[in-house]
Nanobody, 121 residues
Framework: QVRLVESGGGLVQAGDSLRLSCAFA????MGWFRQAPGKEREFVVG????????YYTDSVKGRFTISRDNGKNTVYLQMNSLKVEDTAVYYC??????????????????WGQGTQVTVSS
C-alpha cells in the first residue's frame, strides 16, 4: 500500500510559486527529495515529527519552506522564486527517526510516487 501521496506539481514560469502537499500516515519525521532527469535523487529538506528545526539544502534555503499539520496528516512544501534548476520530480519521504531531523537518505524509509515540477525560463 502507498502510504505517501504527493500533489501540487505543475508547469510554471521562473519566479512563480507552487505548494506541494503530501498525505501521510503517522507522525514521523518527514522530508522532501527531488530527482531531475539524469541526476541522482537529492535531499531537499527534512523536519522533525513535531515540525521543529527544519533542515534545508543550501540551494533552496530562503526560497522553500516546509511545514506540517499533524491533525490533517499533511506536510507541505511552499516553493517560491522557482528556478529552472528546480525542475524535477519531487518525492515526499518518511523517516524512522524518533527524535531530531532526518538529513541523509539513510534516515528515510520510503518515498511516494512523486509529483512533477517543471519550471520554464
Amino acid at each position: 500500500q502507498v502510504r505517501l501521496v504527493e500533489s501540487g506539481g505543475g508547469l510554471v514560469q521562473a519566479g512563480d510559486s507552487l505548494r506541494l502537499s503530501c498525505a501521510f500516515a503517522g507522525h514521523t519525521s518527514m522530508g522532501w527529495f527531488r530527482q531531475a532527469p539524469g541526476k541522482e535523487r537529492e535531499f531537499v529538506v527534512g523536519v522533525s515529527g513535531s515540525g521543529g528545526s527544519p533542515y534545508y539544502t543550501d540551494s533552496v534555503k530562503g526560497r522553500f519552506t516546509i511545514s506540517r499539520d499533524n491533525g490533517k496528516n499533511t506536510v507541505y512544501l511552499q516553493m517560491n522564486s522557482l528556478k529552472v534548476e528546480d525542475t524535477a520530480v519531487y518525492y515526499c519521504a518518511d523517516s524512522h527517526l524518533r527524535i531530531g531531523v532526518p538529513t541523509v537518505m539513510s534516515d528515510f524509509r520510503s518515498w511516494g510516487q512523486g509529483t512533477q515540477v517543471t519550471v520554464s525560463s
